[in-house]
């Protein structure tokens, strides 16, 4: 149970396109789900928090305009990467929790290479 | 603020030693919660064990086990016998559960395991 997929597991792009990546709570309702963002070699920082049929909540430093998500049911958030460039390129996780002290479940991930 | 430290950034050991990866932590809040994750190469996020600070058994899932000492902030995770299939990076981290927090988790910097054959 409990199974988190993220779609695409990987991308690469023109820098300036727009890239959407998707999160989906396969066999639980997702009350809340989370947007890490993973350099290599380094930890996972979360970028955003997201609750279903409400705005996304961001982290300090991450730019609201460049990284949009939305959780518009309670089995789907999407992240979407806006005009991105070769410093987005990043290892991008989703997380999703199907209650709130309940553990959050990941995501396979997705690759992001912008040349 | 909450704090995950991972002192141990890389460790190599060859198969069927035990090894133990620490994990100390900081935190304001009496209620929290204590994960670790194991991510190997492919970069999934696999969710090992979660813990709440009121509970302080320590427990064992076949060769995992894990200590939880509140005194010295340390929740430590130890492989016996280990295997090159536990060869990934392991992450520890911390939830408060504080009112606004949103349950969110603050992760260590991760350890490196390698198992030789």
């Known amino acids: 149970g409990a199974v988190v997929s993220q779609h695409p597991s990987w991308v690469i792009c023109k820098s300036g396109t727009s890239v959407k990546i998707e999160c989906r709570s396969l066999d639980f309702q997702a009350t809340t789900m989370f947007w890490y963002r993973q350099f290599p070699k380094q930890s996972l920082m979360l970028m955003a928090t997201?609750?279903?049929?409400?705005?996304?909540?961001?982290e300090q430093g991450v730019e609201k305009d460049k990284f949009l998500i939305n959780h518009a049911s309670l089995t789907l958030s999407t992240l979407t990467v806006t005009s991105a460039h070769p410093e987005d390129s990043s290892f991008y996780i989703c997380?999703?929790?199907?209650?709130?002290?309940?553990?959050?479940?990941f995501g396979d991930g997705t690759r992001l290479s912008i040349l | 603020a909450q704090k995950v430290t991972q002192a141990q950034t890389e460790i190599s050991v060859v198969e069927k030693e035990d090894v133990t990866l620490d994990c100390v932590y900081e935190t304001r809040d009496t209620t929290y919660y204590l994960f670790w994750y194991k991510q190997p190469p492919s970069g999934e996020l696999v969710f090992l064990i979660r813990?709440?600070?009121?509970?302080?058994q320590n427990e064992i899932s076949g060769r995992y086990s894990w200590n939880f000492q509140k005194s010295t902030s340390s929740f430590n995770f130890t492989i016996t016998a280990s295997q090159v299939v536990d060869s990934a990076v392991y992450f520890c981290?911390?939830?408060?559960?504080?009112?606004?927090?949103?349950?969110?988790?603050?992760f260590g910097k991760g350890t490196l395991l390698t198992v030789n054959p």
């Open positions: 981290a911390l939830s408060e559960a504080s009112g606004g927090s949103n349950y969110k988790l603050t």
């Open positions: 997380s999703a929790r199907g209650t709130l002290r309940g553990p959050q479940h």
């Open positions: 997201s609750n279903e049929g409400s705005k996304a909540t961001y």
């Open positions: 813990r709440n600070s009121f509970d302080e």
